[in-house]
């Protein structure tokens, strides 16, 4: 016989906090917000 599984007993597993979490993208975009501008100074100036 299969389980019963209540709306409330799933819910319970997800994480409430995930979007917090920085992903790979979000390291990336915030490093390159850092280093183009730099880049393009170094462009101009040199």
């Given at each position: 016989?299969?389980?019963t599984r209540t709306?409330?007993?799933l819910a319970q597993r997800i994480d409430l906090?995930?979007?917090k979490r920085p992903t790979p993208l979000k390291y990336a975009k915030f490093w390159?917000?850092?280093l183009t501008p730099l880049l393009a100074l170094?462009?101009?100036v040199g």
């Open positions: 016989m299969a389980r709306t409330k007993k906090h995930y979007f390159l917000s850092f170094l462009w101009i």
